[in-house]
T-cell receptor, first 114, second 113 residues
């Protein structure tokens, strides 16, 4: 099992550019979560999906952020346009069912917006 | 609103010292409780979890946690820390009624060799 796979590992982009982060959950996991981690705000839940359907996106900071899960094996988090305050580590996590038995996190994408 | 509070933001210990990290939560319903560890530069990994039954839960690497329902607490303990335990530790609470997991702010542990 390769675990939760995120790409890219690092992304440096200029303010105003579009950024797309990618996540492949563990096969068979029904739930997928996007988190953002910063020194100031800690770990924040942005959005989560259950069976490819967005359940709660109340954590998405602004309309500049959007997330999709077109199938059970792939999700994207897009920021358009990006701003320096979006700089953070973005983690994707998956779990086997809606009931939380513990998440498996990906290695994260470190985003720097200059 | 549901919240998770970790009492210490930073803890510094010498090797072989005992560790206890505090965690309190505010939700009064049925919860699942977790501790995650994040080693420097790495992602979060599940350390241990509690769903029901024996309130004393044993996890990996010699860690354990005790659920005290009356105190809404789930403190993490280890009798003797090692330098390799240097990491950030996150308490997390899953509200079975709301289907959301809330993470605490984390506690950074530094173990001096």
């Amino acid at each position: 099992d390769a675990g939760v796979i995120q790409s890219p590992r690092h992304e440096v982009t200029e303010m105003g550019q579009e950024v797309t982060l990618r996540c492949k959950p563990i096969s068979g996991h029904n739930s997928l979560f996007w988190y953002r981690q910063t020194m100031m705000r800690g770990l924040e839940l942005l959005i989560y999906f259950n069976n490819n359907v967005p359940i709660d996106d109340s954590g998405m900071p602004e309309d500049r952020f959007s997330a999709k899960m077109p199938n059970a094996s792939f999700s994207t988090l897009k920021i358009q346009p990006s701003e320096p305050r979006d700089s953070a580590v973005y983690f994707c996590a998956s779990s086997p069912a809606r009931t939380n038995y513990g998440y498996t996190f990906g290695s994260g994408t470190r985003l720097t917006v200059v | 609103a549901q919240s998770v509070s970790q009492h210490n933001h930073h803890v510094i210990l010498s090797e072989a010292a005992s560790l206890e990290l505090g965690c309190n939560y505010s939700y009064g319903g049925t919860v699942n409780l977790f501790w995650y560890v994040q080693y420097p530069g790495q992602h979060l990994q599940l350390l241990l979890k509690y769903f029901s039954g024996d309130p004393l839960v044993k996890g990996i690497k010699g860690f354990e946690a005790e659920f005290i329902k009356s105190k809404f607490s789930f403190n993490l303990r280890k009798p003797s820390v090692q330098w390799s335990d240097t990491a950030e530790y996150f308490c997390a609470v899953y509200n079975t009624g709301g289907f959301k997991t809330i993470f605490g702010a984390g506690t950074r542990l530094f173990v001096k060799a």
